[in-house]
């Protein structure tokens, strides 16, 4: 589904990934992205959404490459980026953030079936339809986050740290959340913060040091990887 090859970024003249970057996910997977602070996993994400050009390498999406496309072009095709820190629209209810999630879609009876599914993962949104986003809770929040991307109907939902800042309660239920969407169709790109939480949940993962990806495999062989275990796992 996507295939990432040999991707190079700078911002100015320096270098974010490093040409080292090379990935694949296939369709109906969770793949995780492990690495320490700026070691260019956000930066790799944005790159997939368009938010940013690569110097060099390929980004392919369903047998094209997307490469010099827009954001708005890529959403379209079906890939749905919710982005660190949530970037819920503050000033507006839930329900319009929810609605702007759909705003490539013309077919308003399929939004509908979409927002009825998306009520039914976080019945909470629902509740809170005419509260302003930005006076719901970390954990609220996030969960309008996710529910926008999936408003987008996507093919691959891409999270960026969905358990940040969250409680440990919350944290789990994020967790159960992201399994539930796959488990329904959705292919998943995940990066998390708590590495052990997202090899748990994935299928295959790969690990990012310094620009360049130093490791990948399996999600089960990654958690019992020595080198994962004492740089990410807590030993």
Do not use: W
Request: charge should be positive; glycine fraction near 10%; hydrophobic fraction near 40%.
């Amino acid at each position: 589904m996507l295939k990432i090859s040999n991707l190079r970024v700078h911002y100015g003249n320096t270098p974010a990934l490093k040409g080292d970057v090379s990935l694949e996910v296939s369709e109906k997977e969770i793949v995780t992205i492990l690495g320490a602070n700026g070691a260019g996993k956000s930066t790799l994400l944005r790159c997939i959404s368009g938010l940013i050009r690569a110097k060099a390498g390929d980004v392919e999406f369903m047998n094209r490459r997307i490469n010099r496309l827009s954001p708005y072009a890529i959403v379209k095709m079906g890939i749905a980026h919710v982005p660190e820190g949530r970037k819920v629209y503050p000033q507006m209810s839930v329900a319009d953030n929810l609605e702007m999630g759909a705003y490539t879609r013309k077919n308003k009876a399929r939004v509908q079936e979409t927002l009825e599914s998306v009520l039914a993962h976080f019945p909470i949104l629902g509740e809170r339809g005419d509260q302003m986003a930005g006076t719901l809770s970390g954990g609220e929040q996030q969960m309008l986050a996710i529910g926008r991307g999936l408003m987008a109907d996507p093919k691959l939902l891409i999270l960026d740290e969905p358990s940040l800042g969250l409680a440990p309660l919350v944290v789990k239920e994020i967790g159960h959340i992201v399994l539930d969407i796959n488990r329904m169709g959705t292919t998943i790109l995940l990066v998390e913060q708590n590495s052990r939480m997202a090899l748990q949940l994935a299928h295959r993962g790969y690990v990012m040091e310094t620009g360049r990806i130093a490791l990948s495999g399996l999600a089960k062989d990654l958690l019992t990887d020595e080198h994962v275990k004492k740089a990410y796992l807590g030993g």
